[in-house]
């Protein structure tokens, strides 16, 4: 149990890094000014989302929540890893691509499809950097719950 709640504090962990570093420093850019808001092709309705309309996303104004629930998801994803590893070949590289590819395609896929181009009529070719994004947070958080849970104790 305690393994499984420290992998998926790590995995949270390198979740919100890796988020910090592609959607935050890249995307959105430290002052709004990132690539995904000064898109000319960007739509307006993301844009206004983010920047205009109040209350403005928690994740802008009021970070911890997101940062808590983003470790909460980690530990959630440690127990699903928990009891469908057995099932996969063993090995860091094989269960980290299982792993990041399961969380990659039933939560940022579906995420990326259901909102940004359903919702908001985002274009294809920032979705699509976004979901590169997407594939480096979930391989980051993959890479470290397959790294603990399969760590030999001492």
Do not use: C
């Amino acid at each position: 149990m305690k393994k499984t709640v420290a992998a998926g504090l790590l995995g949270g962990a390198a979740m919100n890094v890796a988020m910090l570093l592609t959607f935050r420093t890249l995307g959105f850019g430290w002052d709004g000014k990132g690539f995904l808001l000064t898109s000319p092709a960007q739509s307006h309705k993301l844009i206004a989302v983010w920047t205009e309309i109040e209350p403005l996303p928690l994740v802008v104004n009021t970070p911890v929540p997101i940062i808590v629930g983003m470790l909460l998801f980690g530990i959630g994803h440690a127990f699903i890893y928990r009891s469908v590893a057995p099932a996969w070949p063993s090995g860091f590289p094989a269960r980290t691509i299982r792993m990041g590819g399961m969380t990659f395609f039933m939560t940022y896929l579906f995420w990326e499809f259901f909102t940004p181009f359903n919702q908001y009529g985002e274009p294809l070719h920032l979705i699509a950097i976004e979901l590169v994004f997407w594939a480096v947070i979930a391989f980051a958080e993959a890479a470290a719950i397959v790294w603990v849970m399969e760590r030999r104790s001492a």
